[in-house]
């Protein structure tokens, strides 16, 4: 795969402390990619300095083969970016915030504002005032700006920020659209967890600064060794035996187990030579939720990341 983006031991210090601590990280053509952390964490400093509105102290950042450091020009011409809110003239059309944008770059065509406004499904309210415009329709105009030059990368801050559930579900449908058939990188900045789970391919998780964790969300997130919840009736007469050749674990159902699907087979025929009634077997996964509270129990961190959406 093509390296788009490439973040190279990177820090930031600002009077003595240390906001970034040596961040290093590749992002793939036609990825997003998520940088879930609290508030706080240093996920906006990071897309800051990606886009150049913030130096690096240390470190290097590398967009499609070239560096921010060295060759600035070279490398941001293929980024868009909004960074926290987008910004328009709000006494202006939707179509006359483009122009304006549009003329910033070189080759932004007529047939390009359309097929633009068209992809970010603004088109019936693209005439209208931005002053008239819900959140929601700022956002996608927003994105529609990021667009228009036809950048190898996306950058979007907390871009579900004050969102209802409804335009939250639209603006993942969009960023999951462009990576998978414009081929774009997508970094998106987030402390929701569900909705980064359901957006991201692959998610960074940083806290106070320093990169914590790397998890691809579409690899196998079971435990080591498979768990499965078994609700059974009443287990006294086999709790012995259980305890001594399995690895169980008893909850209000009945029990947990930690054994392969092979030898989970084996231990149904057991229960029921046993007489032990079984209701239910169901396969235990570990959610976002579960691997991120995991990691910051481990590193003693505060768990303050939003599990949900609202």
């Excluded at 036609?30 to 400093?45: C, D, H, I, R, Y």
């Excluded at 990021?146 to 639209?170: Q, V, Y």
Aim: net charge neutral; charged share 30%.
């Amino acid at each position: 795969m093509t390296t788009v983006l490439s973040i190279e031991n990177v820090s930031k210090t600002m009077g003595k402390k240390k906001i970034i601590d040596d961040i290093s990280l590749t992002i793939q053509e036609g990825e997003v990619f998520g940088l879930l952390g609290p508030n706080g964490a240093g996920k906006t400093t990071t897309i800051r300095m990606i886009v150049g509105l913030m130096k690096m102290t240390s470190g290097d950042i590398v967009i499609c083969g070239n560096s921010i450091r060295k060759d600035f020009e070279q490398a941001i011409k293929h980024v868009g970016a909004i960074v926290e809110n987008p910004e328009m003239y709000q006494h202006l059309t939707g179509y006359q915030n483009l122009v304006q944008y549009g003329r910033m770059h070189k080759q932004v065509s007529k047939e390009k504002l359309k097929e633009t406004i068209e992809l970010v499904r603004l088109g019936d309210r693209i005439n209208d005032k931005v002053k008239t415009y819900s959140l929601g329709m700022k956002q996608r105009l927003g994105l529609a700006q990021a667009l228009l030059h036809e950048p190898k990368l996306l950058i979007l801050d907390e871009p579900t920020n004050g969102l209802d559930p409804a335009g939250i579900r639209e603006m993942r449908d969009h960023l999951r659209f462009l990576a998978k058939e414009k081929q774009l990188s997508i970094v998106v900045s987030s402390h929701l967890l569900s909705e980064m789970e359901m957006m991201c391919d692959r998610i960074a998780i940083i806290q106070q600064g320093k990169l914590i964790a790397v998890h691809d969300i579409h690899e196998d997130t079971t435990y080591d060794q498979p768990a499965y919840s078994f609700e059974t009736g009443s287990l006294d007469s086999a709790w012995v035996w259980l305890e001594e050749k399995w690895k169980v674990e008893r909850n209000e159902e009945g029990f947990i187990v930690h054994a392969t699907k092979e030898k989970i087979a084996k231990l149904v025929k057991e229960l029921s030579n046993s007489d032990i009634d079984i209701y239910g077997i169901k396969k235990i996964t570990r959610t976002l939720e579960d691997r991120f509270l995991e990691i910051t129990k481990q590193q003693g961190g505060k768990e303050n990341v939003s599990t949900n959406s609202k």
